[in-house]
């Protein structure tokens, strides 16, 4: 009887009392190229200016192209905005990868759960994002740039990111979502179902070391599509966020990284890439 | 028939006016309070019982409109319904000043004083002073912040609107605020105003004080201010410190100084500032080692001198003058840092 009554009076007490909140399970809304669960604060804009290099080795890296530095892969530049302390809007503008160049991309971002100290365990949000390629089409019928009308130059990412900052150091996110082109190459798939992982390590106060890898689970072997793995490192300063990643992936934005990576890690076909934040008060 | 109409006339007229004159003496002489009465009243009214001169900064009545609306403004930044313009998207009032009494007897107003009383009653430890009681001072801006913001404290240093308005535009790093906005303000400072019974009097003082309210009474006057200070002085310290090496600091005084002082804006998920931290051995490891070097982020310098407002980056951090964070608490703060950073 005594049990039963404690017991329902910790339950109660743990549903009552609104619980501490745990914050920053990572530095910025971005891990290395994917979203993390990370939010904007309220009335904050955030200014993202992403690059990624050409190929370190291989074929068209090595000392001719100063290792990556001569031909850029991609460049995002990012306004983002935190329209509520659990929604987010942003709107980038892509360089863009391979015959997908001129992209615009927006997205919309949702906090359900935020984790807590005595209470919720972990945070979730959900991502939706969807990308324009703005270049002229292609008149080549084979290419995926092919476009006989705007509708088909649209990408869409829809992701649930669930992470947990495990203590002040270690945090980890598991990503699934449903990417989809509306078009494709003839031997490809317009869907795809992804799931990703991320680690983020903080060794001190000010760095930190992440890896970001997401797997297509329906990727069609004969397109030479690879999945995206990045290590990198990040340099916390109050105001600004700097990372630098390596990356097979040349896309910044997720409509491109996720199906329009074709660089191979062993191959040496690897890059670098930096991104630095800034964060303003609206 | 007619004169006696005409005599209960005059007869009821008579006590009409009769009555009208009791009503008028029937109003409350201050004098016949209860000592519960007393204590409530608030300390600028029994000084203007006593023939004290008004201060500019005088509210006759207080409006509790005006009152809720000013309590948003320093608790918001903005009207709860949010019909008005954020005062500034670096700050609320709050996160610099509290709105409580900092110390039991305001007679005794040290850092020490302040250390004690805020340990126990849990009141964040800021850098500026609290709104409790500022109604009640004379001047503003005191000491040292003249060397900080130079001859724009000059107009504030009588009159309490316009050390509001300097708040508002340099403190806060906002917009001029508005006449009814610095009304309300105003008026919500005379609601925390200092009250008879937060003044440590003896029953005797007590006793006195009734006894010459409604005269003019210079010497209630001066006993009752030599209760409290009429304000709030400043004097800045010392960037570099040298703890000497039989120096000991109390630790659970700067754990209190670090959680309820730079937490109270540097807690992540608190969005004051881009350079938020937790207590966690992360952060104390960080702060410790910027002690070696006598850089900005070293933490003695940061409380002295604080950080200064830039173009982009607006919001900065007002120092600590030794009046709300002595030596002895510094080297605590040290200390503490140092303890958990190991």
């Known amino acids: ?282 | 028939m007619k004169t006696k109409f005409i005599l209960y006339s005059l007869v009821g007229l008579l006590a009409i006016t009769i009555l009208s004159f009791a009503n008028l003496s029937s109003k409350t002489t201050i004098s016949s309070l209860t000592n519960d009465e007393l204590a409530n009243l608030s300390v600028q009214e029994v000084l203007i019982e006593l023939k004290d001169e008004k201060p500019i900064h005088y509210i006759h009545k207080e409006n509790a409109d005006s009152v809720r609306m000013g309590y948003e403004l320093v608790h918001f930044g903005q009207l709860k319904n949010k019909s008005n313009k954020r005062i500034s998207k670096f700050f609320v009032c709050t996160d610099c000043h509290n709105q409580v009494k900092e110390v039991r007897n305001l007679s005794i107003e040290t850092a020490d004083e302040r250390l004690r009383y805020g340990i126990k009653h849990q009141i964040p430890f800021l850098p500026a002073s609290t709104f409790y009681g500022l109604y009640n001072k004379r001047h503003w801006y005191n000491g040292d912040y003249y060397k900080k913001y130079g001859d724009l404290v000059l107009p504030t240093r009588d009159t309490l609107i316009n050390a509001i308005q300097l708040c508002a535009v340099q403190c806060s790093q906002g917009r001029p605020m508005q006449t009814w906005e610095l009304r309300a303000v105003l008026h919500y400072l005379r609601s925390i105003d200092y009250k008879i019974k937060d003044l440590s009097l003896t029953p005797q003082e007590l006793e006195y004080i009734k006894l010459h309210l409604g005269t003019s009474s210079p010497k209630t006057i001066k006993m009752i201010k030599s209760k409290y200070a009429e304000t709030n002085p400043a004097t800045f310290g010392d960037p570099y410190i040298s703890i000497s090496d039989d120096a000991v600091g109390n630790i659970e005084n700067g754990k209190y100084i670090f959680e309820k002082g730079c937490l109270h804006c540097h807690q992540l998920g608190k969005n004051i500032t881009a350079f938020e931290f937790d207590a966690e051995s992360l952060t104390f490891s960080f702060l410790e080692k910027k002690l070696k070097k006598h850089s900005n982020y070293s933490v003695p310098y940061i409380v002295r001198k604080g950080t200064y407002a830039t173009s982009g980056k607006r919001q900065y951090m007002p120092q600590y003058p030794l009046e709300k964070m002595n030596k002895q608490q510094l080297i605590d703060l040290i200390f503490y840092i140092k303890s958990k950073s190991k």
Do not use: C
Request: no cysteine; proline share 1%.
């Open chain 1, 1 to 282: 009887m005594k049990l039963t009554l404690t017991t329902v009076l910790v339950i109660l007490g743990l549903t009552t009392f609104s619980q501490e909140k745990i914050w920053n399970t990572f530095e910025g809304t971005r891990v290395l190229n994917n979203h993390s669960t990370e939010m904007l604060y309220k009335h904050n804009l955030e200014i993202i200016i992403a690059h990624k290099f050409g190929d370190i080795a291989g074929s068209n890296g090595g000392f001719d192209n100063f290792f990556g530095f001569d031909n850029l892969a991609d460049v995002r530049f990012g306004f983002e905005y935190g329209a509520t302390t659990n929604f987010d809007i942003g709107l980038g503008r892509n360089k863009g990868v391979n015959q997908q160049t001129q992209v615009i991309d927006g997205y919309a971002k949702y906090r359900f759960i935020q984790q807590e100290k005595n209470g919720k365990p972990i945070n979730l949000t959900f991502v939706s994002s969807m990308a324009f390629v703005g270049r002229k089409a292609s008149t080549d019928s084979t290419s995926i740039a092919y476009y006989k009308e705007p509708l088909e130059r649209l990408i869409f990412t829809n992701q649930i990111l669930v992470s947990r900052k495990m203590n002040q150091r270690l945090s980890l996110q598991i990503n699934v979502g449903y990417h989809h082109r509306n078009l494709v190459t003839y031997n490809d798939v317009n869907g795809m179902i992804f799931t990703g992982g991320v680690i983020r390590y903080r060794v001190t106060q000010t760095f930190g070391l992440i890896t970001e890898y997401n797997h297509v689970w329906n990727r069609v072997k004969a397109t030479g599509q690879k999945n995206p793995l990045s290590v990198g490192f990040e340099l916390i300063t109050g105001g600004h966020n700097f990372t630098i990643v390596l990356s097979n992936g040349r896309g910044i934005n997720e409509n491109l990284f996720l199906s329009n990576t074709y660089s191979d890690w062993l191959k040496g076909q690897w890059r670098i890439g930096f991104s630095i934040n800034r964060r303003f008060k609206l």
